[in-house]
């Protein structure tokens, strides 16, 4: 069984890795199309939009935070549903909050293969303008940004020290 001290601040590749790996699949799943690893744009915001947060709990502590801007919230759960989703509903919520979840099962999944064993809390979701949850200092962060015909989104990754925890526990 393996394990990871992020008492170096550094973000380990085998997070990125898997993370990465599972935007691509999961997304080409659901969407019929793989989104485009982008280059980070320096001081970019999300602007209105929605997060799906979701904690990770185990040989390894850290969260994903989905980060869908507000028109491609709109375009990415109407092709999730197959009909539209109100932006202000209570409906834009639980998509936003079941991409998360799906996204987080194939993460799990993936991290067992790598021999990490972890498990995942239920979503946490924030809608609003530029919102971000305020992460401990010291913490590693990456953010992935990502582009498709549906929109742009980012995932960002942070990792947490040993026995602390960050988000959610898995179950709740």
Not at 7 to 35: K, Q, W, Y
Not at 38 to 49: F, H, P, Q, R, V
């Amino acid at each position: 069984m393996a394990t990871i001290n992020f008492s170096d601040g550094e973000m380990p590749s085998v997070l990125i890795d898997v993370t990465r790996g599972s935007i691509l699949s999961i997304f080409n799943t659901i969407f019929g199309a793989e989104p485009k690893l982008e280059n980070e744009k320096a001081g970019e915001s999300l602007g209105d939009g929605v997060v799906g947060i979701i904690s990770f709990m185990g040989d390894v502590n850290y969260i994903i935070m989905l980060a869908l801007p507000k028109a491609s919230a709109i375009a990415m759960a109407s092709r999730f549903c197959g009909f539209d989703i109100d932006y202000d509903s209570p409906d834009m919520g639980d998509v936003v909050g079941e991409l998360a979840n799906v996204l987080a099962g194939d993460i799990v999944a993936r991290m067992s293969k790598e021999d990490f064993k972890v498990t995942m809390s239920l979503p946490t979701i924030m809608r609003g303008h530029d919102v971000e949850p305020l992460l401990p200092r010291g913490l590693p962060l990456e953010k992935l940004r990502f582009s498709m015909a549906e929109g742009d989104f980012m995932l960002k990754v942070a990792g947490a020290k040993s026995g602390d925890l960050v988000g959610r526990r898995p179950g709740t």
